[in-house]
Nanobody
Framework: QVQLVESGGGLVQAGGSLRLSCTTS????????MGWFRQAPGKEREFVVF????????YYADAVLGRFTISRDNAKNTVYLQMNSLTPEDTAVYYC?????????????????WGQGTQVTVSS
């Protein structure tokens, strides 16, 4: 059984930082491109960033470029999202996903597995 478990969310003031983690099990983690998406109330799930299976490539949404950093540790089956200079517009539930198809990395429908999400709230 594949499981993805996010952690690290919370309440932070604008300008602050958080580090999210997503630990997986039951998955050949080193073969999966991992993505972070977020969903604010009343909005669709939106792409944030992905990192390819070997960590060789990353791609960020414009809204987070220069503020967020994705990384992965294949030995720990874990992907991380370091979020700096947070703004209230970053408030959302953040989800990690695993893409085994090796394509369409910015599309949520292309991800095979999802975590339960972790809430990030940024106060002004």
């Amino acid at each position: 059984q594949v499981q993805l478990v996010e952690s690290g969310g919370g309440l932070v003031q604008a300008g602050g930082s958080l580090r999210l983690s997503c630990t997986t099990s039951g998955l050949i983690f080193s073969s999966a491109t991992m993505g972070w998406f977020r969903q604010a109330p009343g909005k669709e799930r939106e792409f944030v960033v992905f990192i390819t299976w070997n960590g060789g490539s990353t791609y960020y949404a414009d809204a987070v470029l220069g503020r967020f950093t994705i990384s992965r540790d294949n030995a720990k089956n874990t992907v991380y999202l370091q979020m700096n200079s947070l703004t209230p517009e970053d408030t959302a539930v953040y989800y990690c996903g695993a893409n085994l198809a090796r394509r369409d990395y910015t599309s949520p429908w292309a991800y095979h597995y999802w975590g339960q999400g972790t809430q990030v709230t940024v106060s002004s």
